[in-house]
């Protein structure tokens, strides 16, 4: 394949790339944003004409194999969308007949995840923020690895921690390296990085609760935020990619609603009695800033204990987590390599930009498996040449480590499956 891709590149040929978008909310609309204002740009640059052609709510789906229009494609898809069928969806996107065919999972829910191993055995590409499959159920997120690789297809979900962040392919690169991972803390949330990198003692934690609110740093009911569910499933994807087989129920994950807050039925109501609560986290506030410390809501991955955590936890002011500012993440790679210093990634982790920026340099990296990208055909049969990994099949009693096998190349550092792995022992 990746002779095919070089000679494909060297001929000039352009790919032709079909792009079905699910969810069309947020970060779904502006993908759609971005890969429209950039297609002119994408075909000379990259040789590739990638054109977003459906589209799917949780009602509706529209399939167009011109591609959607531009200035109007909202007001057309409610307009001629029919009754959704993931399936059918998935049909009408395969019969535009291009190329390559790529479906993008912007959705929140855990739906569309169940119907991934299926788009895969129908020759579909799969890119995803959604973080329901990576921390989903640990049988189903082993199947596809195996299946993508029989299947010659690829699953890129680089968003899915970090938003734009090179988060999980700066972890691939270490391990696929040599590195060996002793643990991995970060700031997950842009949520709750802002309402500890805002709080301090003194203040009332249910204030800068509703500030954020009001800012729209939290969801509309920001118990979703300090469940710490949404860094658990970070935790659990962080994790798998270091090769541990952890459920996201076996995590030990400290919520930050009070319990009696929990079973509340609205919202507006737990708005209301947080105050009541303020005097705990003034009383942790004030424990840490005694020892010259704050308190930050951490996730932590830790390889020599084979342990993961979501935690509430203090640090000392001269540690990279007390000198954030604003709602960026922050997560600290601490290595063989990379002991004394461990490594920083840093920045935005969360907004509809970034994030569709994430998706959108998976959604080119497809591309560049396929063909579309000279320099990326080149590298891919370079570094196949050469590359070696580890896999790591997680079982439920522990880790098994298997037979060596050949990497895909550079590309494939943010993907499951590929050419190369294809024809390759699982």
């Given at each position: 394949m990746a002779t095919e891709t070089l000679l494909r590149a060297s001929a000039g040929k352009v790919l032709t790339v079909a792009v079905g978008v699910i969810g069309p909310g947020l970060v779904g609309?502006?993908?759609?944003?971005?890969?429209?204002?950039?297609?002119?740009?994408?075909?000379?640059?990259?040789?590739?004409?990638?054109?977003?052609?459906?589209?799917?709510?949780?009602?509706?789906?529209?399939?167009?194999a011109d591609g959607l229009p531009e200035d109007n494609w909202k007001e057309v898809f409610h307009q001629k969308g029919e009754d959704l069928n993931l399936h059918r969806f998935a049909e009408l996107l395969k019969g535009c007949e291009r190329e390559c065919c790529v479906l993008v999972d912007c959705t929140a829910s855990d739906v569309v995840p169940n119907m991934y191993l299926h788009y895969i055995k129908m020759g579909m590409h799969i890119v995803s923020p959604n973080k329901k499959f990576g921390a989903g159920p640990l049988d189903r997120y082993l199947s596809l690895k195996p299946l993508s690789q029989e299947a010659g297809r690829h699953f890129l979900y680089e968003a899915t921690v970090g938003a734009g962040l090179p988060v999980l392919s700066t972890l691939r690169s270490l391990i696929e390296t040599g590195d060996r991972i002793i643990k991995i803390e970060g700031i997950l949330s842009g949520t709750l990085s802002y309402l500890f990198n805002t709080y301090k003692p003194g203040m009332k934690f249910s204030d800068v609760v509703a500030d954020a609110k009001a800012k729209g740093y939290t969801e509309p009911d920001p118990r979703e935020d300090l469940s710490g569910t949404d860094v658990a499933r970070?935790?659990?994807?962080?994790?798998?990619?270091?090769?541990?087989?952890?459920?996201?129920?076996?995590?030990?994950?400290?919520?930050?609603?009070?319990?009696?807050?929990?079973?509340?039925?609205?919202?507006?109501?737990?708005?209301?009695?947080?105050?009541k609560y303020d005097g705990d986290m003034e009383a942790r506030a004030a424990a840490a800033e005694s020892l010259g410390e704050v308190i930050r809501y951490i996730g932590k991955v830790d390889m020599e204990s084979k342990a993961c955590s979501v935690n509430l936890t203090s640090y000392p002011r001269s540690h990279p987590f007390a000198q954030l500012s604003g709602s960026d993440n922050l997560i600290v790679f601490t290595t063989e390599r990379y002991r004394d210093r461990p490594l920083i990634v840093r920045g935005p982790g969360a907004g509809a930009e970034v994030t569709a920026a994430g998706v959108f340099a998976d959604l080119i990296q497809v591309n560049a498996a396929m063909g579309g990208h000279p320099a990326a055909a080149a590298r891919d049969l370079v570094a196949g040449s050469h590359a070696v990994w580890l896999v790591l099949r997680a079982t439920?009693?522990?880790i098994k480590q298997q037979q060596p096998q050949q990497l895909g190349g550079w590309w494939q550092a943010r993907c499951y499956g590929g050419p190369h792995s294809s024809s390759s022992s699982s």
């Amino acid at each position: 394949m990746a002779t095919e891709t070089l000679l494909r590149a060297s001929a000039g040929k352009v790919l032709t790339v079909a792009v079905g978008v699910i969810g069309p909310g947020l970060v779904g609309s502006t993908l759609i944003k971005q890969v429209t204002a950039q297609a002119d740009k994408l075909r000379d640059l990259l040789k590739a004409s990638i054109r977003v052609v459906g589209i799917a709510n949780s009602k509706q789906m529209y399939v167009n194999a011109d591609g959607l229009p531009e200035d109007n494609w909202k007001e057309v898809f409610h307009q001629k969308g029919e009754d959704l069928n993931l399936h059918r969806f998935a049909e009408l996107l395969k019969g535009c007949e291009r190329e390559c065919c790529v479906l993008v999972d912007c959705t929140a829910s855990d739906v569309v995840p169940n119907m991934y191993l299926h788009y895969i055995k129908m020759g579909m590409h799969i890119v995803s923020p959604n973080k329901k499959f990576g921390a989903g159920p640990l049988d189903r997120y082993l199947s596809l690895k195996p299946l993508s690789q029989e299947a010659g297809r690829h699953f890129l979900y680089e968003a899915t921690v970090g938003a734009g962040l090179p988060v999980l392919s700066t972890l691939r690169s270490l391990i696929e390296t040599g590195d060996r991972i002793i643990k991995i803390e970060g700031i997950l949330s842009g949520t709750l990085s802002y309402l500890f990198n805002t709080y301090k003692p003194g203040m009332k934690f249910s204030d800068v609760v509703a500030d954020a609110k009001a800012k729209g740093y939290t969801e509309p009911d920001p118990r979703e935020d300090l469940s710490g569910t949404d860094v658990a499933r970070k935790v659990v994807i962080l994790a798998r990619e270091c090769g541990l087989p952890v459920e996201l129920k076996q995590l030990h994950v400290e919520s930050l609603v009070p319990e009696p807050l929990a079973q509340l039925a609205t919202k507006e109501e737990y708005m209301e009695q947080l105050h009541k609560y303020d005097g705990d986290m003034e009383a942790r506030a004030a424990a840490a800033e005694s020892l010259g410390e704050v308190i930050r809501y951490i996730g932590k991955v830790d390889m020599e204990s084979k342990a993961c955590s979501v935690n509430l936890t203090s640090y000392p002011r001269s540690h990279p987590f007390a000198q954030l500012s604003g709602s960026d993440n922050l997560i600290v790679f601490t290595t063989e390599r990379y002991r004394d210093r461990p490594l920083i990634v840093r920045g935005p982790g969360a907004g509809a930009e970034v994030t569709a920026a994430g998706v959108f340099a998976d959604l080119i990296q497809v591309n560049a498996a396929m063909g579309g990208h000279p320099a990326a055909a080149a590298r891919d049969l370079v570094a196949g040449s050469h590359a070696v990994w580890l896999v790591l099949r997680a079982t439920m009693e522990g880790i098994k480590q298997q037979q060596p096998q050949q990497l895909g190349g550079w590309w494939q550092a943010r993907c499951y499956g590929g050419p190369h792995s294809s024809s390759s022992s699982s």
